[in-house]
Nanobody, 128 residues
Framework: QVQLVESGGGSVQAGGSLRLSCASS????????MGWFRQAPGKEREGVAN???????KYADSVKGRFTISRDNAKNTLYLQMSSLKPEDTAMYYCAADLVPFRRGILEALDPDNYNYWGQGTQVTVSS
């Protein structure tokens, strides 16, 4: 059974930073597309960032220039460095694993329906 475990969420003021982590002891993260998603209350889950097996990255326009997705293959851990946080970034953040190593387009890469394994989520709250 694939398990993804997120950590690093918390409460920060606007303009602050957080780094989320996603680790797995049962799934090799470097072999597939990995993504970060978020869901705010009353809203649909949305894709935030994607990294493929070649470490190419894609970002939603709303976070481009502020968030950075990365992967440490030795630690089998996915990260999301979030800077210049805004109140509208407040959401539950999830990491997820795809079954394919590449997604060609950004819409495809950030579509939650393309991801098969999900973590339990970590809450990020940004106050103004």
């Amino acid at each position: 059974q694939v398990q993804l475990v997120e950590s690093g969420g918390g409460s920060v003021q606007a303009g602050g930073s957080l780094r989320l982590s996603c680790a797995s002891s049962s799934y090799t993260l470097r072999n597939t597309c990995m993504g970060w998603f978020r869901q705010a209350p009353g809203k649909e889950r949305e894709g935030v960032a994607n990294i493929d097996s070649d470490a190419n990255t894609k970002y939603a326009d709303s976070v481009k220039g502020r968030f950075t997705i990365s992967r440490d293959n030795a630690k089998n851990t996915l990260y999301l460095q979030m800077s210049s946080l805004k109140p509208e970034d407040t959401a539950m953040y999830y990491c997820a694993a795809d079954l394919v190593p590449f997604r060609r387009g950004i819409l495809e890469a950030l579509d939650p329906d393309n991801y098969n394994y999900w973590g339990q989520g970590t809450q990020v709250t940004v106050s103004s």
